[in-house]
């Protein structure tokens, strides 16, 4: 009995870590597809698309979750990447404040400049 039950997980481990490669593959592809027919669609750079969801959400501000719903097709990376910059170069405030996101994790609530409050 003990030898079938490992024949039997052998086998599962090889499907799955094959689907893994599958997986691994379609991603890349659907990665490189997405970025490009989202550039098509709009002549603004990322970086202006992330901050004009920002400062859509008004004095509510905006996490990283919210940005994603409102940008679909671009990779999750390609959006988180533009937070520091935007900050950097006076745009953007997060000061520490908080929200729930998807995850049920609490993320930080971004908000444009001339948006920001202190409350």
Do not use: C
């Not at 893994?20 to 970025?35: D, H, R, S, W």
């Not at 859509?56 to 905006?62: E, H, L, P, Q």
């Not at 959006?79 to 993320?107: E, N, V």
Request: proline share 3%.
């Amino acid at each position: 009995m003990k030898n079938s039950l490992k024949k039997e997980v052998k086998k599962n481990e090889k499907l799955v870590n094959r689907l893994n490669g599958y997986m691994f593959k379609i991603n890349k592809v659907l990665t490189e597809i997405a970025p490009s027919s989202a550039r098509r669609k709009s002549s603004l750079t990322q970086s202006e698309r992330v901050l004009k969801v920002i400062n859509s959400a008004g004095k509510k501000g905006v996490t990283s979750d919210e940005v994603l719903k409102a940008l679909p097709g671009v990779p999750y990376g390609s959006i988180t990447s533009k937070y520091s910059s935007l900050k950097k170069s006076g745009h953007i405030k997060i000061d520490g404040r908080t929200r729930g996101g998807a995850s049920g994790k609490q993320q930080h609530i971004m908000w444009s400049e001339k948006n920001y409050a202190i409350s």
